[in-house]
C-alpha cells in the first residue's frame, strides 16, 4: 500500500517535546518530506531525507525513520510552531507521489 | 530565490476546464533536473498531488486524476500549467504549484478555484 497515516491532531505545551509520526509500508523504501503550514499559508517544506533541514528551519525540528514509520520531532516547542504538518513520499511506483492527511498540532 | 505564482479565473462552472498558470521567477523552468508539480488542497484538507511535468516535458499525473489532467510548460513565458477538465465541485480547491517530484522546496501562495454554476 502506498497509503501515509497520520495522526489528525497531537497537543504538546510550550517548551516540551513532541513527535509527529507519518505512517505506510511505503517508508520503508523512500524517505518521507514533511512541511509546515499555518492557517491561509502555503506549505512550508520543514525536513526531506534522513534528517535534512532547508536552511533557515529551527534547529529544533528534527526526522527520523524507522521501518514504517518516518517522524518529525520537535524539541522545545514554541507558540509559533502551531500549525498543520504534512507528510508526503514517493509512491510504489517511484514516479507518483502521495501525501498523509496531516496532523494539526497544537501548543499549550 | 526562487518564486511561484498561481494565476488563473477563481471560479469554473461545472462540466467546464480549469485552467491555470504557474509563473516562475528567479530561476529557468528549462534548466537543471528539475520537475514542476500541481497540488491542491480541499477546504480543511490535506495535499493531494496532481501531477508534475519534467524539464525534458515528460509528465506524470496522480492515477485518480490521469483521465482528466493535462500539465504543460512554456518556456518562453518560464510558466507552467494546469488543466483539468469535466470539473465538478469535488474539484473546488486551493490549487498549488511548486517545485519538485516528492520533496518540494518552492511553492506559490496558492489560489482558490471554486466550481459553481
Known amino acids: 500500500s502506498s497509503e501515509l497515516t497520520q495522526d489528525p491532531a497531537v497537543s504538546v505545551a510550550l517548551g516540551q517535546t513532541v513527535r509527529i509520526t507519518c505512517q505506510g509500508d511505503i517508508l520503508r523504501s523512500y524517505y518521507a518530506s514533511w512541511y509546515q503550514q499555518k492557517p491561509g499559508q502555503a506549505p512550508l517544506l520543514v525536513m526531506y531525507g534522513k534528517d535534512n533541514r532547508p536552511s533557515g528551519v529551527p534547529d529544533r525540528f528534527s526526522g527520523s525513520s524507522s521501518g514504517n514509520t518516518a517522524s518529525l520531532t520537535i524539541t522545545g516547542a514554541q507558540a509559533e510552531d502551531e500549525a498543520a504538518y504534512h507528510c508526503?513520499?514517493?509512491?510504489?511506483?517511484?514516479?507518483?507521489?502521495?501525501f498523509g492527511g496531516g496532523t494539526k498540532l497544537t501548543v499549550l | 530565490q526562487v518564486q511561484l505564482q498561481e494565476s488563473g479565473p477563481g471560479l469554473v462552472k461545472p462540466s467546464q476546464t480549469l485552467s491555470l498558470a504557474c509563473t516562475v521567477s528567479g530561476g529557468s523552468i528549462s534548466s537543471g533536473d528539475f520537475y514542476w508539480s500541481w497540488i491542491r488542497q480541499h477546504p480543511g484538507k490535506g495535499l493531494e498531488w496532481i501531477g508534475y511535468i519534467r524539464y525534458s516535458d515528460s509528465t506524470y499525473y496522480s492515477p485518480s486524476l490521469k483521465s482528466r489532467v493535462t500539465i504543460s510548460k512554456d518556456t518562453s513565458k518560464n510558466q507552467f500549467s494546469l488543466r483539468l477538465s469535466s470539473v465538478t465541485a469535488a474539484d473546488t480547491a486551493v490549487y498549488y504549484c511548486a517545485r519538485g517530484e516528492a520533496r518540494f522546496d518552492y511553492w506559490g501562495q496558492g489560489t482558490l478555484v471554486t466550481v459553481s454554476s
Open positions: 508526503n513520499s514517493r509512491d510504489g511506483s517511484a514516479t507518483h507521489v502521495v
